[in-house]
């Protein structure tokens, strides 16, 4: 009979959120006589994904990031702009990096343990966390397991697919000095589809289409767009396909904190850390660790961390999903209205959901028929 093994904190999942909060505590001299165990059915190793985010100066993963720049392209058909970063830098980071780095801070360090186990149940009540081979116990359980059984259907609700090659071609064909944030020149099929194109070096890039829908592509659909894309806008001359990255982002405002009971918070994606109108999600898993990270120390109710996501920046989010999915105004010309008419680091500031009131409403009055009246109406109800 397997006994029960106790911990200070437990954390579900080593993933983005997992991982960052895990590392975080190991970091915290005031955490330091935690005892903290973090749980994964598998040890993450090799790139299963890019992460890009903004940044305002430096920051804690500086030192691994794949790539920086200080300018973004947009691109449509109806504007093209090389737009120059002044607080703000776009950043990549590759995600095998990000492994290799934070599962090296948790090996080195004394209060963080890190264990194999496929979680099976959490006893919110109890803290504890059933697992295939152990049973685990703490006073406060984190998990990035995102909880069964959601029901999305009073919400608003749109898949963010993607498909993505790093590619090399055998001469010089990319603007090193800046990265494509979105290019909305492709065919948008009545839905929302932009490329973006990370350069790193004049040769290389991650080249990716993203698509705003709930219905998937084929991973040949994903390349049939990135190959017409390159052809078209990057270069007819020959290239390699070196890497390639699929993968899915719920965008929705959905408020998954509600599933915190008991003993159990959810981090990450389970936490609501993506964006709804976005699914930009790295950032907000950093800045959320660093909020649980605060009420720790300060022995604060956890709860108190979930604020960031809430307030009125997830009531613009839900319009902003409204005005796209339900309404089916043109994404390319919402955002082509946006990137002509306002700063692009007060853009990046909004979509971080830090702007001011004034900042808000830069970016209101920008379209030309921004629908966000109407929009507002309809996504009040939702929201709870
Ligand atoms: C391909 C891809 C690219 C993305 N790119 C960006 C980007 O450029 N910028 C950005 O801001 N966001 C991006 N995102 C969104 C977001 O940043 C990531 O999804 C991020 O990894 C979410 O972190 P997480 O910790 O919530 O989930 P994950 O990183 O998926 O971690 C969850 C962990 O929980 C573990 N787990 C699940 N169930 C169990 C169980 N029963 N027992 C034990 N362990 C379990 C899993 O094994 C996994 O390791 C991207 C997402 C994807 C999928």
Not at 118 to 123: A, Y
Not at 125 to 132: L, T
């Amino acid at each position: 009979m397997s006994t029960e093994q106790k911990y200070d904190i437990i954390i579900v999942g080593a993933g983005a959120a997992g991982l960052s909060l895990a590392t975080s505590i190991a970091e915290s001299s005031e955490l330091k006589d935690k005892r903290v165990l973090l749980l994964d059915q598998t040890k993450k190793s090799g790139n299963d994904r890019t992460w890009c985010f903004w940044e305002d100066g430096t920051g804690r993963y500086d030192d691994i990031l794949t790539q920086s720049w200080k300018n973004v392209y947009f691109h449509s058909n109806y504007v093209s702009r090389r737009l120059g970063l002044s607080t703000y830098s776009y950043k990549m980071l590759r995600s095998n990096d990000f492994y290799e780095y934070t599962l090296g801070i948790i090996d080195a360090s004394d209060n963080v343990t890190f264990a194999i186990d496929r979680v099976i149940d959490i006893d919110a009540q109890q803290g504890k966390v059933v697992c295939k081979d152990h049973t685990y116990v703490s006073d406060l359980v984190f998990s990035s397991k995102i909880p069964d059984a959601i029901d999305f259907s009073n919400y608003l609700y749109t898949d963010q697919h993607f498909g993505g090659w790093f590619v090399e071609f055998d001469n010089e064909v990319f603007d090193l000095e800046a990265a494509t944030f979105m290019d909305f020149r492709i065919d948008q099929d009545n839905e929302h589809r932009f490329c973006y194109m990370l350069p790193l070096s004049a040769r290389k890039a991650l080249v990716e289409v993203a698509v705003f829908s709930n219905s998937h592509q084929t991973k040949e659909g994903y390349d049939s767009i990135l190959k017409k894309y390159i052809k078209d806008y990057i270069s007819t001359a020959p290239y390699s396909i070196e890497e390639r990255e699929y993968g899915v982002i719920p965008m929705t405002n959905y408020p998954f904190w509600n599933h915190n009971n008991g003993k159990l918070y959810h981090i990450g994606t389970a936490g609501g850390a993506v964006k709804p109108s976005s699914g930009f999600a790295f950032r907000r898993i950093q800045q959320h660790t660093d909020e649980i990270v605060k009420c720790l120390i300060s022995k604060r109710s956890i709860n108190n961390s979930y604020k960031i996501f809430r307030g009125r920046h997830l009531l613009y989010d839900s319009i902003m999903l409204h005005v796209l999915e339900e309404q089916k105004i043109p994404g390319d010309k919402v955002f082509s209205d946006l990137f002509e008419k306002t700063d692009v680091d007060v853009i990046l500031r909004f979509l971080d959901g830090d702007t001011s009131w004034n900042g808000d409403l830069q970016i209101m009055k920008a379209p030309a028929k921004w629908p966000f009246i109407k929009g507002m109406f309809k996504v009040i109800s939702p929201l709870k």
